[in-house]
Structures are given as C-alpha cells and as structure tokens.
C-alpha cells in the first residue's frame, strides 16, 4: 500500500511541474501603466496581439513586403472586431500558452455577457479606457459601457477610422488588443492547437 502511495504522489509531483510560461517580450518597454492587472502579463499580451496581427496580415492579406505593424493592425481591426476571423489560426502557439494564462485573470473577463467577454468595469480596463486620448472614442466607449451596450462590433466602424492614433496611443491600442483579439479567444477550444510552453 505505501508503495503504491508513494507512486501516486511521485506522479502528481511530475504531472503538476510544468514549465511557467515564458514571456518572450520581458526586455520591451512597458507600454501600459494602469493598476489593476500583472502588468508583466498585460506587457506579454501587448507583444503578442501585434506580432500575431502582423503575421498574420503579412501571410494572407499583403504584399509583405508592404506590410508594417501598423498597416497589419489598419488591415485586421474591422474584421477582428467584427468577430469575423479565425482567431485561432491569427494566434501562434506562444499566444495561446498566453491565453490560457490570461483566463486565470477571472476580473479581467466577463464571460456570461453577450456583447463581449471583456469586463469593461475591470479597474485595468477602466484605466485604459479613461487613458484614451482622442475624445471623442473615449466618449463613445463611455457611453455605450454605461448602458451595458459596448461590444467590438458596435465600435468596428470607429476603431477603423481612428487606427491612426495607435500610432502615438498605446492605451488604446492595449484596449484594442483586449477588445477585438483577446476577448474572442476567451470561449475558443485552445486545445485544437498546441501551445507553446505549457
């Protein structure tokens, strides 16, 4: 009997040792300043979201030797807050080790809402949102949050004409990597591709 223990224990020791993940973007500058979320995950999810974007964009939808951070992410907003792409073939195994980090940060996520799994009332979002630099979006998206209507497709039309400003707004390009990446990936079966890191 204390064979068989000692066995069982030893198994759960080696299956419960997994490899943390490791954030590949420790050393880029830290765009993102609000409280309210780990901010070397926030940071990690930052890199990741326009990485995957321009991979992405680069692969199926430019010319690549066109293509540059910002015109992926000009190429990828409408549709990708419309929730009309496949966010699992976007994110790379590294992003979906992410995710399921991601998922542990429960206040983050509103996953029972039907206009988005992102819970815009989150202190690190609020943060975001408030720290929006062109008013008029930051007005819209304040609006609509407090009618309990906000949702990526409402604003599609408005991320689209304002992508410029992710040029100088890294809040707001934070927001949108939560809004219309991070928030579809939340209720996708990660299983169906393997993480990196896990």
């Known amino acids: ?7 069982l224990m030893i198994l759960t020791l080696i299956t419960s040792c997994k490899e943390p993940l490791q954030y590949k973007y420790q050393d880029q ?5 609000c409280e309210g979320a780990d901010s070397d995950l926030m940071n990690e999810a930052y890199y990741c979201f326009l990485d995957d974007i321009y991979e992405y964009t680069k692969k199926y939808e430019f010319n690549p030797k066109f293509t540059s951070t910002y ?3 000009a190429q990828y907003i409408y549709r990708g807050a419309m929730g009309e792409l496949n966010y699992l073939k976007i994110a790379s195994p590294h ?18 809402s039907d206009n988005s799994n992102l819970n815009y009332h989150n202190e690190f979002v609020n943060c975001l949102i408030e720290n929006i630099d062109n008013e008029e979006i930051k007005l819209k998206i304040t609006t609509l949050r407090s009618t309990n209507s906000l949702s990526p497709m409402i604003l599609a039309d408005i991320y689209r ?9 890294k809040d ?14 939340m209720k996708v079966d990660l299983s169906a591709k393997k993480a990196s890191n896990e």
């Open 1 to 7: 009997m204390k064979k068989h223990l000692l066995i």
């Open 29 to 33: 500058v830290k765009v993102v300043t």
């Open 71 to 73: 015109y992926s992410l």
């Open 95 to 112: 992003t979906i080790a992410l995710v399921k980090k991601l998922k542990k940060e429960r206040y983050l996520w509103d996953l029972d």
């Open 161 to 169: 004409i304002n992508i410029i400003d992710t040029q100088t707004d």
């Open 172 to 185: 707001f390009e934070m927001f949108l990597a939560l809004d219309t990446f991070y928030q579809y990936l």
